[in-house]
């Protein structure tokens, strides 16, 4: 008989991992102990060596679905008597920090079936969890994931609830939120006053019933979820999703919608096994799927236009409640199976952009105007968590991700092992700002921050920054950042290197597109890399956006671009493609139809004018689409990043891959580079009536041209593997033709997957390439401020 | 124009240009230096220099001869100062019209008599072609700051006041649109001027007067953006109250400036304690040139010195200082 100590790493507090290795261990009849401490879980057991190997073999393969082992180190140690049973021990404080506290889960089916069960004394308790689910990340403040550690603290448990929680065999066996009606968390619900203040409705009402009454009534609800509180209207109901919008700020934003189970979504989206596994999941992410052609009709105003439809599973107990409630309250989960009608819009509730709410106080006075009631409760949002979004990618088991938070994060992106280990904090871009911390060879990108123009966001960078790491126990060895000097982002970077005396490394905007892709992708050789995106800030000064390059650990080289189009008013004209449209008529010479082709703008005279004189250009891919999308008359003006973009999207879908009679595009070499110039591709376009095919047209000659341009530089790098990033590729026309196409010509194409390909992502890649510029001292330059 | 052999005498004519114009006891003693008594009972005195570089040179509402005089005028004003004497330079380059030349010097002598700020000294330079962009106007000017006055940014505290004089924007839009070559249904003037006897007003009915900065480059947002370091706390203002006139905003639209942070040559931003404020408006809204005066926002704590504005649809917005030009972010 031997005695072995094991330590294992990784999320294994928080997900049933004592009880697991209990179980296990009375099965294989090993005595010992097991504790949960700052760097993870230790284990001790004592028994015959086939045992113990089999023990820390399925350790590993049986371990819950939840936990994730990042590290199983086994060491012998002093055998002790002849061992008294397995026991679980309190937790020790102190350590290096290895652990890491879990994401956050949705509801498990044992607890919805008690949820439901008119004879469980948990029957429709809106809190309800075990080790298998519920809130994890969201609320809890430090390590080690102890109920003392969370905003779970302030809830003693009754008698029936502790005993659940001490009991070793229990399902809730130190499920640190476990709660009951009797000592857990309550709901409350308050309803908007005439002069739209939140006033608290009596007690003796039910909040459930109350919400749904206002949801059917065609009111706007505010409810608190997990990361934050979201915005609730009637999918269904025209008006009410117009009043959403309306008091949004007419926002034009695609909203999300929920529904109670996959057979209710049947009705607006087309969904194959992929999918239906990512809405299942149990980070319960938005996925975007493909609309129906009647969908629009039957969700009006949701998401008009756009081919995509972005739906979501509840996955908190409240919102399950909702759900039963509209479907009478049936007694146990088999009304689970069928179709339900009611469809929510469950959109974020931060308003002008700011971030989530979280704050039952801060709901009830900046919601005011917007909800008509409040659905809310007292056990605090700790860490704020946006929705988590992900799209299906052909061919592909695992989505992509488009937005990384909530049941994600804090879950880090393994690294190559034997790359670089040094420890960097990367602050990210300026849009969908996410920073990225490394520990060894783990990256971890944070929950999605928001645009940093906004002052409130800027703060939560600021407290993400402390937070995460704080929690990872990390001191980073130097910072990384965008090189545009302006980004709040930058400038907190070069501060906190600063202040940290630590170097600050700026790395291109493009570069590190390409880099968080090589990064999740473990791959490391020189690759060839496509950018394609709105503008980031060049080597050289310029916006740039519609990149080739050459990657090659902290280097890289710009081999090509795409042709410099001009952009007049900077960022404005990002955010009215109508001006794009003129310059690429100015581009083909024909200036003259900027008045008569843009009548309708008042600037339309003042526009052409200015094309005359010299304007600032931009090799931006995203203003190509814009142009397109100008031309067409199709979007004017947008409302939100992207728009003219996705609406070029969701019209060609509805047509189909088109064949091209010929090539819509020139290369040319321009100062040793080679330029992409597209405008054939446009003047073709201009000429088109058909929206839709033109659309089309536009979408078929870009892959064309985009493979044709890399090939070349395959060809001429002898280079086989392109990274395609940047958010243009969140197309997935573009994305998907450009796949095909390249494998035609025996390319392999490596996508952005489980970090968002735009901005989101930026952080990841630039963490990457920070981490090679530390090993590769002298290999590159740092432009410096 | 032309320098060389020939310059000597150009020199002279040039001289004879400035004597003629500027036409004051100082220059006409022709001396090197001017030598000026100090006005009696006087505490500290400020000397301020700008040197004027503009393209175009004549643009709607003034040219770079006036904008030379004002300019540093209200440099010696924004720190407390009655201004009292100017100095000019000249760096020509050759071939520059001696017609333009004249205009300009008129211009300046105009700017310099209705201000009540002689120039009284000068030097001028010829530079050969290429080596100069047509004129170079280097101004310094000197004054006296009356006692019981301080002016520093550093003396800002939370809750204090912001005030601005008037309509933001004009002298950067409509230059911008001159090189645009755009114009506009109303014409888009400069707002140049001299502006010391607002701010003589100004500190003579608050003399606990915090700030004084006139949002020339830059704008507005790097003057916030100074304040609020230099006084380590935040500053808070509100879009609706920023005076920026429609046309002026429709110019901004079309050529994607930010009014906040386009110059203004005419135009001063103060900071007085909260108390103060409404009489100090009221002093400002009484001087012709602060007909248009605003109380834009306040001072906060701010251990960040954030410079937030609160838009018209809500939310805060980050008024960050910019390293140069305004730069496209959206990606
Ligand atoms: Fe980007
Ligand atoms: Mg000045
Ligand atoms: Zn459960
Ligand atoms: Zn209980």
Redesign the interface.
């Known amino acids: 008989m031997i005695r072995r100590r094991l330590r294992v790493t990784g999320i294994v507090q928080g997900v049933g991992f004592r009880p697991f290795t209990h179980r296990l261990a009375h099965a294989l009849q090993l005595s010992g102990w097991v504790r949960n401490d700052a760097s993870g879980v230790t284990i001790e057991v004592q028994g015959d060596a086939p045992a113990l190997d089999a023990f820390a073999a399925r350790l590993r393969t049986d371990a819950p679905s939840s936990a994730q082992i990042d590290t199983l180190e086994v060491e012998p140690c002093e055998r002790l008597g002849d061992g008294a049973g397995f026991q679980i021990l309190d937790s020790e404080a102190g350590g290096t920090q290895r652990a890491t506290i879990g994401p956050d889960l949705c509801i498990c089916p044992a607890c919805l079936a008690e949820l439901f069960d008119p004879a469980n004394r948990r029957y429709r308790y809106a809190f309800i969890n075990c080790t298998d689910c519920g809130p994890r990340y969201t609320i809890a403040a430090r390590l080690p994931y102890d109920r003392a550690n969370t905003s779970m603290a302030r809830f003693a448990q009754c008698p029936a609830c502790l005993a659940e929680y001490r009991a070793p065999g229990d399902r809730r066996f130190h499920a640190e939120p476990n709660a009951c009606p009797s000592c857990g968390p309550r709901l409350g619900f308050f309803r908007a006053a005439d002069d739209g203040k939140a006033l608290p409705v009596s007690p003796t009402v039910d909040p459930v019933a109350e919400a749904l009454a206002h949801l059917r009534r065609g009111d706007v609800v505010a409810i608190k979820g997990l990361g934050g509180f979201h915005l609730a209207c009637d999918a269904r109901n025209a008006s009410a999703v117009e009043k959403l919008r309306t008091r949004k ?1 007419r926002e034009e934003k695609p909203l999300a919608v929920m529904v109670a189970n996959l057979a209710s979504l049947s009705e607006f989206a087309a969904f194959g096994a992929t999918e239906a596994a990512a809405l299942n999941d149990v980070a319960r992410p938005i996925v975007l799927l493909p609309k129906r052609g009647d969908t629009d009709a039957r969700l009006p105003g949701v998401a008009p236009g756009l081919g995509w439809l972005g739906a979501m599973l509840p996955y908190t107990p409240l919102q399950y409640l909702l759900f039963h409630e509209a479907a009478g309250r049936p007694s146990g989960t088999d009304w689970l199976a069928e179709p339900q009608p009611l469809t929510l819009v469950m959109t974020s509730a931060n ?4 971030p989530l709410i979280t704050d039952d106080d801060e709901a009830l006075e900046r919601l005011r105007g917007i909800a008509d009631a409040w659905l809310l409760h007292d056990r605090e949002i700790l860490i704020r968590c946006d929705d988590s979004v992900v799209r299906p990618l052909a061919g592909q088991a695992t989505p992509q991700f488009l937005r990384r938070a909530r049941g994600y994060t804090p879950r880090a992106i393994p690294l190559a092992a034997a790359a670089s280990r040094h420890d960097v904090l990367a602050l990210g ?3 969908k700002n996410t920073l990225c911390l490394t520990r060894g060879d783990q990256a971890f990108l944070s929950q999605h921050i928001g645009d ?5 966001n ?2 939560a960078l ?1 407290a993400a920054v402390d937070h995460l790491t704080g929690l990872l126990q990390v001191k980073p060895e130097a910072l990384a950042h965008d090189l ?5 982002s930058t ?1 907190l970077a070069l501060q906190l290197a600063e202040r940290w005396q630590v170097p600050a490394l700026g790395v291109q ?1 493009h570069h590190a597109h390409i880099a968080a892709v090589l990064a999740e992708h473990k791959r490391d050789a020189p690759v060839l890399g496509l950018a394609l ?5 060049g080597t050289d000064g310029q ?1 740039w ?1 519609g990149e080739l390059l050459r990657v090659d650990g902290a280097q890289f080289e710009r081999l090509g671009h795409l042709r410099p189009l001009p ?9 009215e493609p109508w001006r794009m449209g003129a310059a690429a008529l100015a581009l083909l010479g024909r200036q003259d139809e900027i008045t008569t082709r843009f009548a309708k703008e008042p ?1 339309a005279a ?2 052409a ?2 094309l ?2 010299h304007a600032p250009t ?1 090799t931006s891919m ?1 203003r190509w689409f814009d142009a397109a999308a100008g031309l067409l008359g199709i979007q004017p003006r947008m409302s939100f ?1 992207g728009q003219a973009a996705m609406r070029l999207e969701g019209l060609a879908q509805a047509v189909g891959p088109l064949r091209l009679a010929a090539p819509l595009h020139r290369i040319d070499t321009v100062a040793g580079r080679m330029q992409l110039d597209l405008s054939p591709a446009l003047a073709e376009l201009s000429e088109m009536a058909d929206v839709k095919q033109a659309a089309a047209l536009f979408h078929a000659a870009l892959i064309y041209a985009l493979a044709d341009w890399v090939g070349a530089a395959a060809e001429s790098q002898g280079i086989r593997t392109v990274v395609c990033a940047g ?1 243009c590729f969140l197309n997935a026309i573009l994305a998907l033709g450009l796949r095909s196409a390249l494998q035609h010509r025996g390319l392999t194409m490596l996508e952005a997957q489980a970090a968002p390909p ?2 989101g992502g930026l952080a990841l890649g630039q963490a990457w390439v920070a981490r090679r510029m530390i090993e590769q001292p002298g290999a590159w330059k740092n432009p410096g ?1 | 124009l032309s320098h060389g052999s020939g310059g000597r005498a150009m020199a002279q004519l040039i001289h004879d240009l400035f004597v003629r114009h500027f036409d004051n006891d100082y220059l006409r003693a022709q001396n090197d230096g001017a030598c000026f008594p100090l006005p009696a009972g006087t505490g500290r005195m400020v000397m301020a220099t700008d040197s004027h570089v503009v393209s175009p040179l004549f643009f709607p509402g003034g040219d770079i001869g006036c904008l030379s005089v004002h300019g540093t005028i209200n440099d010696v004003a924004m720190a407390g100062g009655k201004p009292l004497y100017l100095a000019a330079g000249f760096i020509l380059e050759e071939g520059f019209p001696l017609a333009d030349l004249q205009r300009i010097v008129v211009s300046m002598a105009e700017a310099a008599r209705e201000a009540d700020v002689p120039i009284v000294t000068g030097d001028t330079k010829v530079v050969e072609q290429g080596k100069g962009d047509g004129v170079f106007i280097t101004t310094t000017g000197i004054g006296v700051v009356p006692d019981g006055i301080l002016l520093d940014p550093r003396r800002i505290q939370p809750g204090d006041r912001i005030l601005v004089s008037g309509y933001l924007g004009d002298h950067g839009v409509a230059i911008m649109s001159l ?4 114009s506009f249904d109303t014409a888009i003037k400069s707002d140049t001027a001299a502006i010391h006897g607002l701010a003589a007003d100004m500190l003579a009915a608050v003399p606990g007067l915090r700030a004084l900065r006139d949002p020339t480059r830059g704008g507005l947002a790097a003057v916030l953006n100074e304040f609020a370091s230099a006084a380590g706390c935040g500053i808070v203002i509100r879009e609706k109250a920023v005076p920026v006139r429609d046309e002026v905003a429709a110019a901004c ?5 930010d009014p906040l942070y386009v110059a203004n040559e005419g135009k001063l931003v103060a900071v007085c304690p909260a108390e103060d404020a409404e009489h100090l408006l009221d002093v400002m809204r009484s001087h012709p040139q602060g007909r248009d005066a605003a109380i834009i926002g306040e001072a906060i704590v701010d251990p ?1 010195g ?1 410079v ?1 504005m609160e ?1 018209t ?6 008024v ?1 200082w ?3 030009e ?6």
């Open positions: 700020n308003p002008h952009g700011e871009g300026f849009f940093l123009d906004r002052v409130a800027c703060r600021e545009h000097p302006d980004f709040f400038r905007h995106d709105g503008v980031g800030f916006p956006g952009m007049l008013g900077g960022d404005r004209a990002a955010r600037g003042a526009v004018q200015m005359r004189g931009t995203g990043e958010g735009g901005d401020f | 090189r645009e070559n755009l639209e079309l050529l994607g400036l960040n954030f937030q838009t649809f809500g939310g805060r917005r980050m960050d910019l390293t140069g305004q730069l496209p972010r959206i990606c």
